[in-house]
Structure formats: C-alpha cells, structure tokens
C-alpha cells in the first residue's frame, strides 16, 4: 500500500539573480513497510529532499502525500501536530537534550502527545527493549557512546508508533561497529514491527541495509534500484556500481 | 579596517548587545536625572529654608552618586565580560587566522568606545527627557509652585556624567584589554564544550542544610525584627552576615530538592515539557545560586530602601496637622557650663519665660491671639530609674541602654488642661495622690508600660502619687512633626507648690488669618525673639549658669519637614532604582545567553513535533522562575528588615507604611517586571526557528 507520495516536487533558493535548484523536479513513491534509503553526493539535494518531507522545509512547487494529507498545504500549527502524530526524526548528530537522561529524551516524545505518565513508562520500556538500551536509561547523553546515542534518539524516533521514520545519515557519526548494530535495528523495526523509514546517506554499506535505493543527482532522481530477492552483499555490489557511474564524492567516500 | 570589524560585530551581536546598550541608556540616564536636581530646581518658587534643603540634597546626591557609580561599574564590567566571554569562539578564530592580541584589544576598545559613546549620548538625551518629568517630582516633593519653570540643560550634570562614565568606560577597557592578553587558544576553543555534568546533590544533605539555613534564618528574623532594641550596633552586622550566608545556603538546597522534589511527582513530570523545563531550569540552578544571593540582597535592599523612604515622607507629612497644633513656641531654660546640668529657671531673679521679655521691655504676648504659658519640672531624686516602681530591676535588665539617669518631666494637670485647650485636645482628670504617664514615642512607650502595668508607685517633691492608668496616655507638649514624647508626668498642682520650676514654655498662635500675615507676623515675632535672646546671652557673660532662650514655629517645622521628606525620598528612590535596575540586568543577561545556548534543544523540540504555545510556557516558567525565586526571598527578608527599620522609623512615624509599601511595590512590579517582560519576549524571538 502506498504510503508517501512525492509529486514534482521542486525547491529553489536565491533569488532571480542566483537561482540554485536544490530539488529540480522530484517524484517518487513510498510504499507502507518498506526501508528506502536515498543517496546522493553532497549538494545533490539529498537532505533538502527530507527537509522537505519532514515538513522542517517548504517546497517551492508540488505535493508531498503522506497517506491522505498533502502536507504542503499545512499552516504551521499543523505542521506540529502532524510532525507530532505522524513522523519519527533521526539524525546525524542524535539531536538528544543534552539535559536530560535517555529515558526522559525517549519519553518527552510522549509527554508531548500528552499521554498519561503510567502509559508512557510502560511504551518506553517496549522500545529501549526493542532498540537494546535498557541498560542506559538512566545515563545522561555525555555518559554514552554514539551508538548508545543514535540507539536511544531511534527509540524517540519510533515510540510514537509513527507513520514514517525519516533518517538523516544516521550511521554519519558512528563508527562501522555501531553502525552496523544499528542498522541491523533498523532492520529488525522494518520487518518484525512493521515500520517504515526513509534514510538519507552517501555510505553504501549503509544503504545496502535498505529494501531499496534511490540515487539523486543535481536535484534529480538518477537511478533506482530495488534489493529484491538478493543478498545484502550482492546488493551492496549493485550499489556500489551505481555510486562508480554517478561519479563525484560518493565514490570518494568510499 | 579594524573600525569596519568592530562596527560589524556590533551589528551582528546586536541581540546580545541590546540589553547591554539598554541598561547602559538606563543607567547615564538615571544619573543624570538625580545629578541634575540642583540646576532643575532653580526655577521653583521655594523659600530660602527650602533652597538650603535642596543644596543639602544636592551634596548628598553626589556623594550617594560615588556610591552608585561603583554598582553601576561593577555591572558594566559584569555586563561587558559577559559578552566577551559569548564570543570566545569568534576570538579564537581571530586569533587562528593570526591576529595579535594587540590587534585583538584594539578592536574591543573600538567597540567599548562605540558603544560607549553611542549610550552615553542616547542615555543623555533621554535623561534630559526624563529630568522634566523629576522636576514635577521635586516640586511635588517639595510642595513647590512651578509656574515659572521652563526647560533645563543641566550642564554640570552633563559634565558629570560623561566624566564618571568615562571613566566607567576605561576601567571597562582595561579590563578587557587584561582579559584578551591572559587568553589562551585553546581554551578559547574548546570553550564551547562546556561540561554538562549535572550533579544531582544528595537530597537528606540538601535537607539539613535547608533546615539549618532556615533555623539560622529564622533566629537573624527574630532577633532583628522581633527584639531589634536588644540588639546593640556590634551585632547588627552579625546578623545581616548570617541573613547573607542563610541566603545562600537556602538557594543552594532549594536548588537541589526541587527537582528531587518534582522528579519524584512521576504524573506531573512526564506531562507536556515539563521534563525539558524542570532540567533546563536544574541545570543552571547550580551556577545561578551565587548570583541569585547577591540579586537577592539586592532587591532587599531596593525594597528596604524604597519602602522606608516613602514611609517617612509620608508620615511625616501627616504627622504635621497632628503634632504641630500650635503657630509658635518658645522655651526658656538653663544649665550649668561646668556640670552641664539643668538649673531652674527662677535662679535668674525668679523670671519665667514672660517675665524674662518684659526685663528686655518686650511683651512676649504681642502679636498672639491666644496662648499657654507653663512650667516644667524637675526633681534631682525622681529620674528615668526612680519611674518604673517594682519593675525597675526587670526593665534595667532587659533594656541595658537606656539613659537611666535622665530626670523626668514633670507638668501640673492644669497647666496640661489650658495647653490642651490651646491644641483643642482632650484634657485630662486627675484625681487626689494620682499621676498620669504621657510618652507618644513607641519604644519608650512599652517599656513604660511595664512599669505602670506593675502599679507603679511614684515620689514626687515628698509627694506618693499612684499611677491612674495601667498604660501611657498619648501626648505631647512641645509642637514637632514626630513622636518625639518619650515621657511627661502629669501631676496633680498641689505636688509642686513651693517648687522652683526648671524650664519655662510659651506656646501661641498669631493674631493673623491669612498665611502671608502669618507670614508677616512671624516676622515679627521672630525679631523680637532674635532681640530678647542676644540681650540675655550678653547679660551676664561670665557667669557659669547660662539661660538660653529657643523658638520653633509651625512654618519652621513644617518647612523642615517637607524638606527632609523630599530628600530622603529622592535619595531613596535614586539608591533603589540602582539596586532594581542591576538586578534586572544581572538576571536578564544569564537569562537571555542562556537562551541562546539553548537555541538547539528548542529546535530539536521543534523537530518532535512540541506545539509552540507548549514551548513558549516553557520558557515562560524557566524565565518566571529566575526572575521570582530571588523577590520571593527578598519580600521575606523585607517583611523583617522593615521591622527592624520601623524601630528607627518611628520617631518620623509609621503610620503610613502600608501606603509606602504599594508605592514601593509598584515600582518593583513596573521596573522589575518590566526587566522580566523584555527579558522573556527577547529570549523568545531568540529561540523562535526561521522557516
């Protein structure tokens, strides 16, 4: 079933005199339950694309459809509660309060949907269990290491029950080790409960953890390729083939 | 080249650098109002006695104004290593690209001279503004007619002004300049990475301390507010050093429970921000004890200052009517220039004060439509210590400073009625071997009720008398704008026959209507006055008794008290102000950096889909607190440092207390609520995300 539709998106900055087409026309669909990982070199527009989606950005031209609701129409009032209601945020830099402990940064995103405190005790278990971070619940972000980190700001992302997880490079920050124990989470939320994300990266390690991978280049959708029934080292390679063609620095991060 | 980066920088920071600039304006401006009083006030109509008053204000407002000027530098320099310490970063990318520190300074310098001239001219500009309106104050205050006033540019006030703020400026300077040479690059780095460890303070220690400071507190409270005439000068300071340090240790534990306290109340806590709100706040709570104790010492003494200064002129000028029933007064007594002791004024020849004119070939009742004429006596055996009857011994322990050598007034009931009759006063009965205490000055008065309370038995010239009442009655004989009576014996006529009275009074009113033929009369009166008292001083000038002639009038008194009313009012109002003013900067600066720090957790809460009125609550309690926490403690403390001020208060009156305290607290509520107003609308549009 589809879940998010992209329609001819565009988004420009400047002015007449300087105009940089960030997104030049973009359209894709996403369907429920499934893993998309979005690739580009950087500037290419990947993360004004997501900024978009996450409705932290407006569009310049098109529609974004997240099941019934064109969110390019929201007032921002709106936008709150849909982000509120309807997505999961993760990013780079885990963007956790620095203030408060793991569990409290899991459960303000709760708090603020204003579910009731029993209620929120018991969900937060559910996901620091899913996520493995039981065990740091009551640390505070600086006593942590970054995988613990982007662990527990995933646990934020998804104990809302969200719609659409969005992931902004998340293994960005991490070293190979973590990443991969995060993305293995990442797999285990899409196929065993059924969540939907979307990950933006340049890494094709990482995004050979994805169901599917769109290439964009210039603000354009390149390529596209899905993971179908191989294995996630073949995909890698078919990954990795497509970054060669694309040229720029996704190959040099290689 | 390095005017270009000191003007950008400037305008870059101008966020920051506005409250900064603000409390800069505020500050040149409120010394110059109160500098400029001198000049503003040559154009009321005021009598001469009253042009003295205000050349006294004057010279008081410039020593005050030393005073102030330190707290006001000590803040700039708060202010400005304030802003220096948010741009460390830009400093050492200044320095990384290699510029000397040399360099370095010369551009600070640059913007302190900026911004200093920049608020120094728009300070100037609105304090001439501001210095009208105080002239309506001051003739207000002074009761002053101002039909003749006209605008005023008060020089000197100018000069003043822009010498001590100069100078303000340079030590600010110097300041930065010393600061920039200790700076070591890589602090300057890594001063972003501040640590965030949050020590959580042992709650039972925050409990002991809490209840230990809260003891302490309540002890300094009850010696100073509830028996402030046991405490002698030595352990005032004692006291207002253990009210500071309890200060201190009660924010510091308050600090620590709350949010052990709030924590613990799991269904509260996991509602809305509050989470975000309470950490936020607990995590700079720690830093912010020290400043919050001086902030609150401050605003103590701003409100002390504030209150105690309307109190007095407010009572006092109610008091007048009251106490000063009378036009004129003159007194006439002797003593001794050896022994320095009273002598009976019928040692000269058996004068009294009637007689004494009519030697100088002056009637004393000329010019007076009606008049008292009484004696006063004294008796060497019945002083302050013979008075108190069985008590004596209790009242001498309990209040060791007492001059319990001073004789006792004695007046015979019926000179009393006929001056009452005079004052239109109730006029008192008196039975046979009875007496009757008069004392209007309050802590006198409940020390002598003690001694009447216990039935106390007098002896008066080999007379018993006993008292009639079990209290003081309230009263007076001398016309003043206070309570000053600290105790008269009304005594039946009998008890002084034969007994040489030791002062004589003459107390009238003028044959005149009209105040301009009071005016006039008093004139004369006072000539006359002037003559019969220097003929006396000559009379006999080597004898050792001398017999001295003195005169109070209504015009006087009421001329004296207006006067001092406006001087301690507008010396009040200029050290409050100062006080209110830094407190708001203090907090408005921690507060406003702090929101800036915090620019990222509110657009990560942003991110999660927080609703914005929830954030701006948020931020709202976060400022409220820190602004409220600070007066909360400072009303306390008030409630007893007004106390104990009331005892010194109470020879001007305290009757108008109340009055002065709304009065004070609208200028709290206006100053201080306005510091908190810009303080949180300031922090919001700074964490308010550009879409």
Same mark, same amino acid.
């Given at each position: 079933?589809?879940?998010?539709?992209?329609?001819?998106?565009?988004?420009?900055?400047?002015?007449?005199?300087?105009?940089?087409?960030?997104?030049?026309?973009?359209?894709?669909?996403?369907?429920?339950?499934?893993?998309?990982?979005?690739?580009?070199?950087?500037?290419?527009?990947?993360?004004?694309?997501?900024?978009?989606?996450?409705?932290?950005?407006?569009?310049?031209?098109?529609?974004?459809?997240?099941?019934?609701?064109?969110?390019?129409?929201?007032?921002?009032?709106?936008?709150?509660?849909?982000?509120?209601?309807?997505?999961?945020?993760?990013?780079?830099?885990?963007?956790?309060?620095?203030?408060?402990?793991?569990?409290?940064?899991?459960?303000?995103?709760?708090?603020?949907?204003?579910?009731?405190?029993?209620?929120?005790?018991?969900?937060?278990?559910?996901?620091?269990?899913?996520?493995?971070?039981?065990?740091?619940?009551?640390?505070?972000?600086?006593?942590?290491?970054?995988?613990?980190?982007?662990?527990?700001?995933?646990?934020?992302?998804?104990?809302?029950?969200?719609?659409?997880?969005?992931?902004?490079?998340?293994?960005?920050?991490?070293?190979?080790?973590?990443?991969?124990?995060?993305?293995?989470?990442?797999?285990?939320?899409?196929?065993?409960?059924?969540?939907?994300?979307?990950?933006?990266?340049?890494?094709?390690?990482?995004?050979?953890?994805?169901?599917?991978?769109?290439?964009?280049?210039?603000?354009?959708?390149?390529?596209?390729?899905?993971?179908?029934?191989?294995?996630?080292?073949?995909?890698?390679?078919?990954?990795?083939?497509?970054?060669?063609?694309?040229?720029?620095?996704?190959?040099?991060?290689? | 080249?390095?005017?270009?980066?000191?003007?950008?920088?400037? #305008?870059?920071?101008?966020?920051?650098?506005?409250?900064?600039?603000?409390?800069?304006?505020?500050?040149?401006?409120?010394?110059?109002?109160?500098?400029?009083?001198?000049?503003?006030?040559?154009?009321?109509?005021?009598?001469?006695?009253?042009?003295?008053?205000?050349?006294?204000?004057?010279?008081?407002?410039?020593?005050?104004?030393?005073?102030?000027?330190?707290?006001?530098?000590?803040?700039? =320099?708060?202010?400005?290593?304030?802003?220096?310490?948010?741009?460390?970063?830009?400093?050492?990318?200044?320095?990384?690209?290699?510029?000397?520190?040399?360099?370095?300074?010369?551009?600070?310098?640059?913007?302190?001279?900026?911004?200093?001239?920049?608020?120094?001219?728009?300070?100037?500009?609105?304090?001439?503004? !501001?210095?009208?309106?105080?002239?309506?104050?001051?003739?207000?205050?002074?009761?002053?007619?101002?039909?003749?006033?006209?605008?005023?540019?008060?020089?000197?006030?100018?000069?003043?002004?822009?010498?001590?703020?100069?100078?303000?400026?340079?030590?600010?300077? !110097?300041?930065?300049?010393?600061?920039? @040479?200790?700076?070591?690059?890589?602090?300057?780095?890594?001063?972003? #990475?501040?640590?965030?460890?949050?020590?959580?303070?042992?709650?039972?220690?925050?409990?002991?301390?809490?209840?230990?400071?809260?003891?302490?507190?309540?002890?300094?409270?009850?010696?100073?507010?509830?028996?402030?005439?046991?405490?002698?000068?030595?352990?005032?300071?004692?006291?207002?050093?253990?009210?500071?340090?309890?200060?201190?240790?009660?924010?510091?534990?308050?600090?620590?429970?709350?949010?052990?306290?709030?924590?613990?109340?799991?269904?509260?806590?996991?509602? @809305?921000?509050?989470?975000?709100?309470?950490?936020?706040?607990?995590?700079?709570?720690?830093?912010?004890?020290? @400043?919050?104790?001086?902030?609150?010492?401050?605003?103590? =003494?701003?409100?002390?200052?504030?209150?105690?200064?309307?109190?007095?002129?407010?009572?006092?000028?109610?008091?007048?009517?009251?106490?000063?029933?009378?036009?004129?007064?003159?007194?006439?007594?002797?003593?001794? %220039?050896?022994?320095?002791?009273?002598?009976?004024?019928?040692?000269?020849?058996?004068?009294?004060?009637?007689?004494?004119?009519?030697?100088?070939?002056?009637?004393?009742?000329?010019?007076?439509?009606?008049?008292?004429?009484?004696?006063?006596?004294?008796?060497?055996?019945?002083?302050?210590?013979?008075?108190?009857?069985?008590?004596?011994?209790?009242?001498?322990?309990?209040?060791?400073?007492?001059?319990?050598?001073?004789?006792?007034?004695?007046?015979?009931?019926?000179?009393?009625?006929?001056?009452?009759?005079?004052?239109?006063?109730?006029?008192?009965?008196?039975?046979?071997?009875?007496?009757? !205490?008069?004392?209007?000055?309050?802590?006198?008065?409940?020390? %002598?009720?003690?001694?009447?309370?216990?039935?106390?038995?007098?002896?008066?010239?080999?007379?018993?008398?006993?008292?009639?009442?079990?209290?003081?009655?309230?009263?007076?004989?001398?016309?003043?704008?206070?309570?000053?009576?600290?105790?008269?014996?009304?005594?039946?006529?009998?008890?002084?026959?034969?007994?040489?009275?030791?002062?004589?009074?003459?107390?009238?009113?003028?044959?005149?209507?009209?105040?301009?033929?009071?005016?006039?009369?008093?004139?004369?009166?006072?000539?006359?006055?002037?003559? =019969?008292?220097?003929?006396?001083?000559?009379?006999?000038?080597?004898?050792?008794?001398?017999?001295?002639?003195?005169?109070?009038?209504?015009?006087?008194?009421?001329?004296?008290?207006?006067?001092?009313?406006?001087?301690?009012?507008?010396?009040?109002?200029?050290?409050?102000?100062?006080?209110?003013?830094?407190?708001?900067?203090?907090?408005?600066?921690?507060?406003?950096?702090?929101?800036?720090?915090?620019?990222? #957790?509110?657009?990560?809460?942003?991110?999660?889909?927080?609703?914005?009125?929830?954030? @701006?609550?948020?931020?709202?309690?976060?400022?409220?607190?820190?602004?409220?926490?600070?007066?909360?403690?400072?009303?306390?403390?008030?409630?007893?440092?007004?106390?104990?001020?009331?005892?010194?208060?109470?020879?001007?009156?305290?009757?108008?207390?109340?009055?002065?305290?709304?009065?004070?607290?609208?200028?709290?509520?206006?100053?201080?609520?306005?510091?908190?107003?810009?303080?949180?609308?300031?922090?919001?549009?700074?964490?308010?995300?550009?879409?």
């Amino acid at each position: 079933m589809e879940l998010l539709r992209i329609q001819q998106i565009e988004k420009y900055y400047g002015n007449r005199s300087s105009l940089t087409k960030a997104i030049d026309d973009i359209s894709f669909t996403v369907d429920e339950k499934e893993f998309v990982a979005i690739m580009g070199a950087s500037g290419s527009g990947k993360t004004t694309l997501l900024n978009c989606i996450s409705t932290i950005d407006r569009v310049t031209a098109g529609h974004i459809w997240l099941e019934d609701t064109d969110i390019t129409t929201l007032k921002s009032r709106e936008l709150n509660r849909f982000r509120r209601e309807k997505l999961g945020f993760i990013f780079q830099d885990f963007n956790l309060l620095d203030t408060l402990t793991a569990y409290e940064n899991i459960s303000l995103a709760l708090s603020i949907q204003k579910l009731p405190a029993k209620k929120i005790e018991e969900e937060v278990r559910t996901v620091a269990r899913q996520l493995d971070v039981e065990d740091v619940l009551s640390k505070y972000p600086y006593q942590m290491s970054g995988g613990q980190k982007q662990r527990v700001a995933s646990a934020r992302a998804i104990v809302t029950n969200p719609r659409l997880i969005l992931a902004d490079e998340p293994t960005g920050a991490l070293d190979s080790r973590s990443a991969k124990l995060l993305l293995e989470r990442f797999n285990y939320l899409n196929r065993e409960q059924g969540a939907t994300i979307m990950m933006v990266t340049h890494d094709s390690f990482t995004a050979s953890y994805a169901s599917r991978v769109l290439f964009i280049k210039d603000g354009r959708v390149f390529d596209e390729i899905g993971r179908g029934a191989d294995s996630r080292k073949q995909f890698f390679n078919k990954i990795i083939s497509v970054v060669t063609l694309l040229g720029g620095d996704v190959s040099d991060a290689l | 080249m390095l005017f270009k980066i000191s003007f950008q920088n400037i #305008r870059k920071s101008l966020r920051d650098y506005a409250i900064y600039f603000f409390t800069l304006i505020i500050g040149v401006s409120v010394f110059y109002v109160f500098n400029a009083i001198e000049e503003q006030s040559v154009y009321l109509e005021v009598s001469s006695g009253t042009k003295e008053i205000i050349r006294l204000l004057t010279s008081m407002l410039s020593g005050v104004s030393v005073f102030v000027s330190l707290v006001l530098g000590f803040l700039i =320099v708060y202010a400005s290593r304030f802003l220096m310490k948010r741009r460390n970063r830009e400093f050492a990318l200044y320095l990384l690209l290699g510029m000397g520190k040399g360099k370095l300074s010369a551009i600070l310098l640059t913007e302190t001279l900026l911004i200093g001239i920049g608020s120094l001219a728009a300070g100037l500009f609105v304090g001439v503004g !501001l210095s009208q309106v105080m002239s309506a104050l001051v003739a207000d205050l002074f009761e002053a007619n101002m039909s003749s006033y006209r605008f005023v540019l008060s020089g000197e006030a100018v000069l003043k002004t822009i010498v001590y703020f100069g100078i303000m400026y340079v030590v600010v300077m !110097l300041f930065d300049s010393v600061m920039v @040479s200790k700076y070591k690059l890589l602090d300057l780095m890594q001063s972003d #990475r501040k640590s965030e460890k949050q020590r959580l303070k042992n709650p039972i220690l925050c409990i002991v301390v809490f209840a230990l400071a809260a003891g302490m507190l309540g002890y300094a409270y009850y010696r100073v507010g509830f028996k402030p005439t046991g405490l002698s000068e030595k352990l005032v300071p004692r006291f207002i050093l253990m009210g500071a340090a309890s200060t201190f240790l009660i924010f510091w534990s308050v600090s620590g429970l709350l949010l052990h306290i709030i924590a613990s109340m799991k269904r509260m806590y996991f509602k @809305s921000l509050n989470c975000f709100t309470f950490r936020q706040i607990s995590s700079r709570i720690n830093t912010m004890v020290c @400043s919050m104790t001086v902030i609150c010492l401050m605003l103590f =003494v701003a409100i002390c200052t504030l209150s105690a200064a309307f109190s007095i002129r407010n009572s006092m000028n109610a008091n007048l009517d009251a106490l000063c029933p009378a036009d004129a007064a003159l007194y006439y007594e002797g003593y001794d %220039r050896d022994s320095g002791n009273s002598v009976s004024v019928k040692g000269q020849d058996g004068l009294d004060i009637g007689a004494m004119y009519e030697r100088y070939g002056c009637d004393i009742a000329e010019n007076f439509s009606e008049y008292v004429q009484l004696s006063v006596y004294h008796s060497a055996e019945f002083s302050w210590a013979d008075s108190f009857g069985d008590k004596a011994e209790e009242i001498m322990t309990q209040y060791p400073f007492l001059a319990y050598a001073t004789l006792e007034d004695i007046v015979t009931v019926s000179d009393y009625n006929r001056l009452m009759e005079l004052y239109g006063r109730e006029q008192l009965k008196l039975g046979k071997d009875e007496y009757i !205490l008069l004392c209007d000055f309050q802590s006198m008065k409940e020390v %002598r009720d003690i001694g009447l309370a216990g039935g106390a038995e007098i002896t008066v010239f080999g007379h018993c008398l006993q008292p009639a009442y079990d209290h003081c009655l309230d009263g007076f004989i001398q016309i003043s704008s206070q309570h000053l009576n600290t105790g008269i014996f009304i005594v039946p006529d009998e008890t002084v026959e034969g007994i040489e009275p030791m002062q004589s009074f003459f107390i009238g009113n003028y044959a005149a209507e009209s105040a301009a033929e009071k005016a006039a009369v008093e004139e004369k009166v006072r000539e006359t006055y002037g003559y =019969v008292a220097g003929q006396a001083e000559q009379a006999d000038p080597d004898s050792r008794i001398r017999y001295f002639l003195t005169i109070d009038t209504k015009m006087d008194i009421s001329e004296a008290t207006i006067g001092l009313g406006a001087l301690v009012a507008l010396l009040g109002l200029y050290i409050g102000l100062v006080f209110l003013i830094s407190c708001g900067v203090i907090l408005a600066l921690k507060q406003l950096s702090e929101s800036i720090d915090s620019q990222r #957790r509110y657009s990560m809460l942003r991110k999660i889909g927080a609703e914005e009125r929830d954030i @701006s609550r948020s931020l709202f309690r976060q400022t409220g607190l820190f602004f409220l926490l600070p007066l909360l403690l400072a009303c306390v403390h008030s409630v007893f440092g007004i106390r104990f001020a009331m005892v010194f208060l109470e020879i001007f009156g305290t009757e108008k207390m109340l009055e002065s305290i709304l009065i004070t607290s609208g200028i709290i509520l206006l100053i201080y609520g306005g510091y908190f107003l810009i303080t949180y609308l300031c922090g919001k549009s700074i964490i308010r995300e550009k879409i």
